[in-house]
């Protein structure tokens, strides 16, 4: 892949990131509910940084295993 699309996807990725913990989509979350005994809010936001975290490495191995497959 080339260098700019990378860029371009992990820039995308990003923006994505921060519009999900922004104030307008928190807001949503920020109620007196709990899912499992947790607050909707701590769980909203531990899910997407868990997500993020899982997308960011799973996109790095397939490029690492196309690197090598290119070699």
């Known amino acids: 892949m080339k260098q700019n699309h990378k860029e371009i996807k992990y820039l995308i990725s990003s923006v994505i990131f921060m519009v999900l913990l922004n104030f307008p989509i928190l807001s949503i979350f920020n109620k007196n509910s709990t899912i499992n005994g947790i607050p909707a809010l701590f769980f909203y936001v531990f899910t997407v940084w868990a997500v ?3 997308f960011l490495y ?5 490029e690492e295993q196309q690197a090598e497959k290119d070699e």
């Open 58 to 62: 799973w996109s790095v191995k397939k």
């Open 52 to 54: 993020f975290i899982g």
